[in-house]
Structures are given as structure tokens and as C-alpha cells.
């Protein structure tokens, strides 16, 4: 009999707990909502180059480092208009000097200080021939960085510098751990200031950060992030459609139908500032020779490319393109517009019939779309052409060591500064960094520096437009098209902007 009382005794507690159990899970289940980890997966068809800001120059290691780094100054995705980040104020007591005043109390992940020695070690490095900084070109006008106090740096240039915050802004320009970088290999186990840290790096598959949850601000609402490397555009929708990733950018326009179909799916679409280009090595023979270009550039029926991407490209062949600062719509017009006729008499009359070319292109869906198209086009007139084709990081090096014929690329400009699109990518100084097409023109080169040595606005866009004509009239470039900035992200994803140099940050992204 007592072992009954003791079994009913244990039974009654035991249903009691379970009550009071189910009871507290029913009250607090907006308290365990709320806990559930936020994550986001990230898909691209090409994994990073690397992970330091210094090093790399490619959009797709850029998006990585923008969520780990930050600038003294950033551009505010809707204005575009610059703002301070790391900076805490800046003054410019003459036109060759900037006084920048930096935000207190702020650490880098490795736990040491970010200050004003951060900023002049991070810039010396940009700057130091030895290193070979890929944009070293945006701080090239700066003369001298000194160190007035902890929290204030100074940048003297010899000439005025017009888009120096537009160049302090640029994700190239991101502040480092000097101690980092002098200890270990930024390049793959990055250390910045930003609101995300480094977590793990599987090359070809992965890239994982994590909540910085001693951010200087709030701390981001995602906890987790994940860029994952899916190389077929097609498997990357579906991985989209099922949920496994939430977030696509640069989307294929031959997809775009099949995306916007999704369930779930919402799409984002604007006018951006990237430039895409057929590009001519004009080191080797016949690409140095005008009359070639002028027949290739005869003969590239651009907007048959244009129409393809479904609404995705905007037609014109400007160099400079019409959301970059220095736009000029005369520029549209002084083109070499399409002309078959025009291109197959050249091809003759210059002795080009049947010349072999070799078309390098990465094996990203844009660039290996206009390789088809720019080949069947260039048969047509009578060449000889063939498509190689390479992984992402190879085609990079590849291309900046000038080991190629003719080639496609990109260029997001992501200061939106025509200055910044002209000088790195056409200018001698660059030349085995980012002129990939090895373009060399003194008479070019001095108005381009003109047009970034001046504060005087209006005076920068008469030089820019100036150097546009002559860079159209020799063909270094053939412009495929200028791009949309395009998105696509599930419906729970909140937060999300694309700014139009393609950019984006995933600070105030959130998953509801």
C-alpha cells in the first residue's frame, strides 16, 4: 500500500511538471521566435580571389569584404551621397590638404585599436610599389599621410585631388589590422572593423562570417553568413527556389523570366553604374593597330547583345556611361556604330581576312554570352575566332599580366566618378594592375589627370568628357553595355539594398 501512495505521488508530480512545462513553452513562444538564429546564404557562381581589401579587385571578393572592413567614408545606398563611417569629420584647410578626425573607441576583430597609425599603415601599404596593390591608383595622388594625433590623420596630395572621398569610400580603400597583415595572411583570414568577423574560408566552396558581437554600432540582426559558391547560374535559382539560399545578385537575363516566376522571390532593378567592354591587348599585333579596332569595332553589333538581356543592359556606347559623374550625351554619338558592310571592307583592305583571334572570357554567364555572340559576329566579317575560356581567379591573372589577345570585363565603379573609371582602367600609371588593356596615350593621360586634379566640378566633367572622345576614338574598348544592378532575395529577407554600383551591405538586413 505504501508503494502505491509513493507511484500515485510520482505520477501526480510528474504530470504537474509537464503542465507547468507546456505552460512556459505556450507563454514564451514569442521570446523563443525571437531567439532563433538569423542566418542568410549568399550564392556566386565564382568564388573570392581573396579576402583582403588591399589585394583583390573583383566585385566578388568585394562583397565579402565589405561585410568584414570598413571605410572613413561610405555612400549612402539610396543618395549616393557620401557620408562619414570609420571618419568622424574631416576639413580641407587648403585644396592639397585633408584633415580627417576618426571616430573613437573603436577595435578590430583581433582586439587592437583602430586609429590613426591604422589608417596611415593601411594607405601606405594601398600605395607601396612592392606590394602591387591592384588599386593603388585610388590613393595615388596622396603625397604624404601623417599622423597629427591618435585620432587624427592627415592626407597632403601635391595637386588638388577632386574625388578624394569618393576614392576614401571605395571598398579597395577599407581599413586593416596592421598587426594582422604584419603577422599573418589578411588575404585569407581577413581582420577588419566591420560589423561581421571571419569565421572560415573553404576555397570553391565557401565563404562563412559571423555576428561581431563587439560591433562599435548595434550589433547586425543576421547572425550568420554564408557566400556560397554555386557555379552554374541555373543551380543556383533552383537552390533560390527551394529555399537553400536566400539572397542572388548580377542575375542572368536569360534567367530573369524563370526568377521572377518564383514563389516567394522578390527582384530589384536599376540602372547602375558598371561598364561591360570587349577589350583589346594593345601590346601585341594586329590589336595595336587602329584601323583593326575600328573594323572590330565596325563590325560588333552591340545591341543584338543588348537585346538578349531582357531589359538587364542599357544600350550606348560611351565609355563613360550616364550614372557616372562626366556623362556627356555627345559621347553616345561618337561612336563607331554598327556597320557590317563598313567592317568587311576594312578587313580587306588592311590585309585582316581571315586573321586568327582568341576571345578569352571567364566562365560567367555575361561574359560568356558576349564571346557567343562577338564570335558569330566577327566570322561574319571574316576572321578567324576561337573562345578560350577560364576559371574566375586564373582569367584575373591571366588578363592583368596581358597574356591574352582580346578579352571581356566589367568595371562596377564604385565611386560612380568618371575619373575613377578612366584613370585605373586606361591610364599608363596602371598598367599591369588595372589597365588591362594596356592602353598607353600621353595626350589621354594628361587630361585624365586634370580631371582628378582640380575641386572644381564643373571643370572635371569638361576633361572628363574630353578624354571619353578620345578614349572612343581610339578603341581600346568596344562597350558592350551599360548594366542594371539586379537582385533577388526571398520574401523573408528585409532590409536589402543594392546601390547602383552593384554594392551592398548586410548590416541592416534582417530575417523575419
Request: hydrophobic share 35%; aromatic share 10%; with cysteine.
Amino acid at each position: 500500500m505504501k508503494n502505491n501512495k509513493v507511484l500515485f505521488l510520482a505520477s501526480f508530480l510528474l504530470i504537474i511538471i509537464v503542465f507547468v512545462a507546456g505552460c512556459s513553452e505556450e507563454s514564451s513562444g514569442g521570446d523563443a521566435e525571437s531567439n532563433t538564429t538569423q542566418e542568410i546564404t549568399y550564392a556566386s557562381t565564382s568564388d573570392v580571389v581573396g579576402l583582403s581589401p588591399i589585394d583583390t579587385n573583383d566585385s566578388v571578393s568585394s562583397n565579402a569584404t565589405f561585410q568584414i572592413y570598413e571605410t572613413l567614408f561610405i555612400k549612402d545606398p539610396e543618395t549616393m551621397e557620401i557620408q562619414p563611417l570609420l571618419a568622424e569629420s574631416y576639413e580641407t584647410p587648403d585644396d592639397n590638404t585633408w584633415e580627417i578626425k576618426l571616430k573613437e573607441d573603436i577595435t578590430f576583430h583581433d582586439g587592437t585599436p583602430f586609429n590613426a597609425e591604422a589608417v596611415k599603415y593601411t594607405f601606405e601599404q594601398i600605395k607601396d610599389p612592392e606590394r602591387a596593390a591592384p588599386r593603388a591608383s585610388l590613393l595615388a595622388p596622396i603625397d604624404t599621410i601623417e599622423v597629427k594625433d591618435e585620432y587624427t590623420v592627415v592626407l597632403k596630395t601635391k595637386e588638388p585631388y577632386g574625388p578624394m572621398l569618393s576614392a576614401l569610400s571605395h571598398t579597395n580603400a577599407a581599413i586593416v589590422s596592421p598587426t594582422a597583415d604584419k603577422e599573418g595572411d589578411i588575404n585569407k583570414e581577413p581582420v577588419g572593423t566591420g560589423p561581421f568577423t571571419f569565421v572560415e574560408w573553404a576555397e570553391g566552396a565557401h565563404v562563412t562570417l559571423e555576428k561581431n558581437e563587439d560591433y562599435w554600432r548595434e550589433p547586425a540582426q543576421l547572425d550568420k553568413v554564408t557566400f556560397k559558391v554555386v557555379p552554374e547560374s541555373s543551380t543556383a535559382i533552383s537552390m533560390l527556389e527551394t529555399g537553400e539560399v536566400q539572397f542572388l545578385d548580377a542575375l542572368p537575363s536569360d534567367q530573369l523570366p524563370r526568377i521572377e516566376s518564383l514563389n516567394d522571390v522578390e527582384v530589384q532593378k536599376s540602372e547602375g553604374t558598371r561598364v561591360s567592354y570587349l577589350g583589346f591587348n594593345m601590346e601585341k599585333e594586329p590589336f595595336n593597330e587602329l584601323e583593326f579596332r575600328q573594323a572590330i569595332a565596325y563590325g560588333v553589333n552591340q545591341e543584338a547583345y543588348v537585346e538578349q538581356l531582357n531589359g538587364l543592359g542599357i544600350f550606348n556606347e560611351s565609355i563613360i556611361g550616364p550614372k557616372v559623374f562626366g556623362y556627356n550625351e555627345e559621347a553616345s554619338e561618337a561612336t563607331y556604330s554598327y556597320d557590317k558592310e563598313k567592317a568587311e571592307q576594312m578587313i580587306e583592305e588592311n590585309g585582316y581576312s581571315g586573321q586568327s583571334i582568341t576571345l578569352l572570357a571567364a566562365n560567367r554567364d555575361n561574359y560568356m554570352k558576349m564571346a557567343e555572340i562577338v564570335q558569330s559576329q566577327l566570322t561574319e566579317i571574316g576572321l578567324d575566332v576561337q573562345i578560350e575560356t577560364m576559371e574566375w581567379g586564373t582569367f584575373l591573372d591571366t588578363t592583368r599580366k596581358g597574356n591574352y589577345e582580346m578579352t571581356f570585363l566589367g568595371w562596377s565603379n564604385s565611386t560612380a566618378d568618371g575619373s575613377e573609371l578612366l584613370y585605373p582602367n586606361l591610364h599608363t600609371d596602371n598598367i599591369n594592375a588595372s589597365n588591362y588593356s594596356r592602353y598607353n596615350n600621353e595626350e589621354f593621360d594628361k587630361l585624365v589627370e586634370e580631371s582628378r586634379m582640380s575641386v572644381d566640378q564643373d571643370y572635371r566633367k569638361e576633361k572628363l568628357h574630353e578624354a571619353n572622345l578620345m578614349a572612343i576614338e581610339d578603341a581600346p574598348w568596344i562597350v558592350m553595355e551599360h548594366g542594371m544592378v539586379t537582385a533577388a532575395y526571398h520574401t523573408s529577407v528585409e532590409g536589402l539594398i543594392v546601390d547602383p554600383t552593384g554594392s551592398w551591405s548586410l548590416y541592416n538586413v534582417s530575417r523575419k
